[in-house]
C-alpha cells in the first residue's frame, strides 16, 4: 500500500531512493517537518481557517486587510485557551467547502497521508510546521494526520495567565506572539521546539523555503519537496505563489536552483483527497 | 520492579492509587510535566548548569549577580546551536561532583527515573518543564531520562538566523527570549509547547507552584508532587527554599494547603542515586 496514489515519476522515485540512502541513520535524527496550508490540505478559495474567523468574527471580508487582521484577533481575545479549542471543534464539525462540498477531513490530500505513514513506518517523528495559528491546528492535528498537539508549530497568539475561581485558565489576547510563522522564523521556530535540525521537509510556497534550506544545509542526507499546485480540475492552479509573501522568490525557481524534487499534484497523484 | 527504590509510605501510595483512579482517561490526555533541578537530578551546591558556564565563560564567581549573570550569557553569543551542544556534550563527560566526586549520570535520582518508567508504563508522555536553559538540557536529556529533545521545555535564549557559507545555522545571542522559566511563565510555556494541560505535575520549588495548580485545577484528576529535600546525610537538606524566588510562599506550605503528596526524600526513598 505504500505509496498508493501517486505515479510512477521522479516525486516517487525520489521519495524511495532518500529512504534507502539513508537506511545507516538512526532513529533520533528522523526528523521531518511539513507544511499545512497547499501541503497537507486544501488552502483555496482561502484558507481553512480564515473561514473559522471570519464566521466567529462575522466579520465583513471587505473591510481593508489591516482592519480586517485586527477585528479578527479581537474576536476571539478572552476566551480561554480550553474554550477557544471547542470552539474550532465545534465549527469544523459543521464547515463545508464552499467547491467540493466536503467537510474538513476530506480537504486533505490522499498521497500526503500515504507519504507520511511511510516516513513513520522509517521511524521518523513528523512535526507540522504551520503559517497558520498553532491554536487552530492542534485540535484537529491528530484526527487529520495522527500528528499529536505538541507536534503542532505554528504562528501564536498570546495568553495571560489567570486565576478565575481558584482556577488556572491562559486566555487569549489580541496579540500575535512573535513573528508570524512564516519564511526564516520557521526555522526560528523549529529551534525552540524540535532543538533539532530536520532532515525531511515539506513545502508549498516562498514561507517554507528557509525551512527546506535549513533541512537542506545539514550534514545528514536530506529530502526537500515542494508541492505544485498544477491541477485546476481536481484542485487548484496556483503554481508556486505564495499569498503572503508576494516579492519573495517563487518556490518552483528555488526548488530548480537547489534540485528539490517537486510533486506535481496533476502528474504525480492517481487522486487528490 | 516498580518503584523498587520508594520505602512503603503515603507518597508511594499516592501515585499508586492515582494510577487506579485514572484508568478511564484516554492516552491522549496523559501528559506528565517534570521540574529538573532538584527534581529529577541534583541542584546543589549549585545549578549543574552553573558550573557548566562559570568554566567556559571563565568568570569570577564573586562578580556582583547581575554583572555575572551579563557575563555568563555573552560567553556563548555567537556559537551556532550545533557548537553550543557539543560544548555541553564535552563538558558533561568532564564533570565531576565536588561532593560525591560522580559523573552527571550519577546525579539523577533513582527513584524519579522509576516512577518516569511507571507514568509511561501507563501510557504517559513525560515532559521536562525546567527553569534552566532548554538548549543545556536537550543534549543530555535522552541519555538521563528518556526524553527526547522536542519533550525539553526550558529557558531559552534568542537566535539569530543566519547564512554562513551557503549554510542555515542559527546563532546564540545573549538575550534571553522571553522570560526564565519559572513560576507563572511555566504554564505559558506549557500550552505554548505541549498545548494542553498535564494531569501530573512534580516539582520541589516555589517556581513550580503554577505548573503544579494548573494540572490541580484541570477537570480530569491529577496528581500534584513535591520534592522534599531533607536528606542532608545521603543529598542535601534545604526543603522548599527557593533559590531563585525567595519571597514566594514556601512550596511544602502550598502543598500543605493543596494537600499535595510531599515526597520526602530521607523517608520515602531508599537510595537516591
Same mark, same amino acid.
Given at each position: 500500500?505504500?505509496?498508493?496514489?501517486?505515479?510512477?515519476?521522479?516525486?516517487?522515485?525520489?521519495?524511495?531512493?532518500?529512504?534507502?540512502?539513508?537506511?545507516?541513520?538512526?532513529?533520533?535524527?528522523?526528523?521531518?517537518?511539513?507544511?499545512?496550508?497547499?501541503?497537507?490540505?486544501?488552502?483555496?478559495?482561502?484558507?481553512?481557517?480564515?473561514?473559522?474567523?471570519?464566521?466567529?468574527?462575522?466579520?465583513?471580508?471587505?473591510?481593508?486587510?489591516?482592519?480586517?487582521?485586527?477585528?479578527?484577533?479581537?474576536?476571539?481575545?478572552?476566551?480561554?485557551?480550553?474554550?477557544?479549542?471547542?470552539?474550532?471543534?465545534?465549527?469544523?464539525?459543521?464547515?463545508?467547502?464552499?467547491?467540493?462540498?466536503?467537510?474538513?477531513? #476530506?480537504?486533505?490530500? !490522499?498521497?500526503? =497521508?500515504?507519504? +507520511?505513514? %511511510?516516513?513513520?513506518? $522509517? @521511524?521518523?517523528?513528523?512535526?507540522?510546521?504551520?503559517?497558520?495559528?498553532?491554536?487552530?491546528?492542534?485540535?484537529?492535528?491528530?484526527?487529520?494526520?495522527?500528528?499529536?498537539?505538541?507536534?503542532?508549530?505554528?504562528?501564536?497568539?498570546?495568553?495571560?495567565?489567570?486565576?478565575?475561581?481558584?482556577?488556572?485558565?491562559?486566555?487569549?489576547?489580541?496579540?500575535?506572539?512573535?513573528?508570524?510563522?512564516?519564511?526564516?522564523?520557521?526555522?526560528?521556530?523549529?529551534?525552540?521546539?524540535?532543538?533539532?535540525?530536520?532532515?525531511?521537509?515539506?513545502?508549498?510556497?516562498?514561507?517554507?523555503?528557509?525551512?527546506? #534550506?535549513?533541512?537542506? !544545509?545539514?550534514? =545528514?542526507?536530506? +529530502?526537500? %519537496?515542494?508541492?505544485? $499546485? @498544477?491541477?485546476?480540475?481536481?484542485?487548484?492552479?496556483?503554481?508556486?505563489?505564495?499569498?503572503?509573501?508576494?516579492?519573495?522568490?517563487?518556490?518552483?525557481?528555488?526548488?530548480?536552483?537547489?534540485?528539490?524534487?517537486?510533486?506535481?499534484?496533476?502528474?504525480?497523484?492517481?487522486?487528490?483527497?
Amino acid at each position: 500500500m505504500t505509496l498508493a496514489s501517486w505515479n510512477e515519476g521522479p516525486a516517487r522515485s525520489a521519495i524511495l531512493d532518500y529512504l534507502e540512502r539513508i537506511a545507516g541513520v538512526p532513529p533520533a535524527d528522523r526528523i521531518a517537518v511539513v507544511d499545512n496550508d497547499g501541503t497537507l490540505w486544501c488552502e483555496k478559495p482561502t484558507y481553512i481557517q480564515a473561514f473559522f474567523m471570519l464566521e466567529r468574527a462575522q466579520a465583513d471580508p471587505t473591510l481593508p486587510l489591516d482592519e480586517l487582521a485586527q477585528v479578527l484577533l479581537e474576536a476571539h481575545a478572552g476566551l480561554t485557551t480550553e474554550e477557544f479549542d471547542a470552539a474550532v471543534l465545534e465549527w469544523v464539525e459543521r464547515f463545508r467547502h464552499p467547491r467540493f462540498g466536503t467537510p474538513f477531513t #476530506e480537504l486533505v490530500y !490522499t498521497p500526503m =497521508l500515504e507519504l +507520511l505513514a %511511510l516516513l513513520r513506518q $522509517h @521511524d521518523f517523528r513528523v512535526f507540522i510546521v504551520t503559517g497558520g495559528g498553532v491554536d487552530f491546528v492542534r485540535p484537529v492535528g491528530a484526527q487529520l494526520y495522527g500528528v499529536e498537539r505538541d507536534d503542532v508549530i505554528g504562528s501564536a497568539i498570546e495568553v495571560e495567565f489567570q486565576r478565575r475561581d481558584g482556577r488556572i485558565v491562559l486566555a487569549r489576547t489580541a496579540t500575535l506572539a512573535g513573528s508570524p510563522n512564516e519564511g526564516a522564523p520557521k526555522v526560528n521556530a523549529i529551534h525552540a521546539h524540535i532543538g533539532k535540525r530536520p532532515l525531511v521537509a515539506i513545502g508549498n510556497s516562498a514561507g517554507d523555503r528557509e525551512m527546506l #534550506e535549513y533541512a537542506h !544545509t545539514g550534514s =545528514l542526507p536530506s +529530502l526537500c %519537496l515542494v508541492v505544485d $499546485h @498544477d491541477d485546476a480540475q481536481r484542485e487548484y492552479a496556483y503554481s508556486g505563489e505564495a499569498a503572503t509573501n508576494p516579492d519573495a522568490e517563487p518556490i518552483l525557481a528555488t526548488a530548480g536552483r537547489f534540485n528539490w524534487p517537486v510533486i506535481s499534484m496533476r502528474d504525480d497523484w492517481s487522486r487528490i483527497f
